[in-house]
């Protein structure tokens, strides 16, 4: 099975269908971008994933999906068609398609993917991972380079990906404070992949998700994050290889592209959950009720 031809090609008919979908300006100004219309697109997206990989053996686990089982497969192939739905519909970021692969039909851990495969379907760069190496492709470019994490940094060095979106400031800045203050800069637009493949060329430095809320496929591109020397634990410093893809769940986690950097992560986020998150918690709640009712005043 010849991967990379196959997620490239997935890869522009998706792109191909999301160009032809009108943009919806007077919808994002009026606030009307609401769940029904990720739904559809998700939909129509999942549809094109499964009409192109319909003649091969394979296991097919597309995200929010029951799985599509075949008793003679020899593969099980995780896909995520659009990383970033609610992105691509504001027109901001870069929303991907993500797609993993294994030479396995049943018991798929994470650390038994063989290949993962990114290309932002807004920049229309793309990043693919074995399990030796990982490179890169610029849209604007024609040749994939190896490329690898920036593995030397401290934290005030560091640029951060940490993530209070999706109405979930209170639990970011509860599990993550001090990196907040500490690092050198902070980005996020959450998609999840391609802050991964960042991550993996050197671009950013880590990224800490502790909002309760992201499933397992925004881990799919761990095989690129691996193969240029970077790391994926939870909050105790366990490898997340071990983390079963056949189902869907919540997990909170730390992806790093330097050791030294991850350590001191690890003990800043410890030491803070062990003496200050409880009464930071309280004090974030005292803001969310003065606010309440400041509005209410308001209003």
């Given amino acids: 099975m ?29 606030g009307n971008i609401n769940g029904k219309a990720k739904h559809e697109i998700d939909c129509q997206a999942s549809e094109i994933v499964r009409s192109c990989l319909a003649d091969y053996p394979i296991n097919l686990y597309l995200e929010g999906e029951h799985p599509k089982l075949n008793p003679h497969a020899n593969y099980s192939i995780f896909v995520d068609p659009i990383d970033g739905t609610s992105n691509w519909l504001r027109q901001v970021g870069d929303p991907s398609f993500v797609m ?14 063989d290949f993962a495969y990114v290309q932002g379907l807004r920049s229309g760069d793309c990043y693919y991972g074995t399990q030796t190496a990982a490179y890169f492709q610029n849209a604007h470019s024609q040749d994939y380079t190896q490329i690898y994490c920036h593995s030397q940094v401290s934290l005030e060095d560091a640029i951060a990906y940490l993530r209070p979106g999706y109405h979930r400031a ?27 493949c960042e991550i993996a060329r050197g671009a950013a430095d880590f990224m800490v998700e502790c909002r309760h809320l992201s499933d397992n496929y925004n881990l799919l591109a761990y095989p690129i994050l691996k193969s240029a020397g970077g790391y994926l634990v939870d909050f105790r410093g366990n490898s997340l290889a071990s983390l079963s893809l056949e189902s869907e769940y ?29 009464s930071f918690r309280s004090f ?15 209003a």
């Avoid at 010849?2 to 997935?10: A, M, Q």
């Avoid at 692969?101 to 650390?111: C, P």
Wanted: charged residues 20%; aromatic residues 8%; hydrophobic residues 40%.
């Fill in 170 to 196: 209170k639990e970011a800045l509860s599990g993550s404070f001090p990196l907040w203050v500490c690092c050198r800069d902070i980005r996020s637009v959450d998609n999840s992949a391609m802050e991964f």
């Fill in 2 to 30: 010849d991967y990379l031809p196959i997620c490239s090609s997935i890869a522009a008919n998706l792109a191909t269908f999301l160009d032809n979908l009108p943009y919806q300006h007077q919808s994002i100004i009026n």
């Fill in 100 to 113: 993993a692969i294994a030479a396995k039909s049943s018991d798929v851990t994470l650390g038994d993917l």
């Fill in 284 to 298: 974030l709640g005292e803001i969310e009720r003065e606010n309440q009712v400041l509005g209410s005043q308001i």
């Fill in 250 to 278: 919540i997990v909170d986690y730390v992806a790093c592209g330097s050791g030294y950097l991850l350590r001191e992560i690890l003990h800043i986020i410890q030491r803070w959950e062990q003496n200050h998150e409880k």
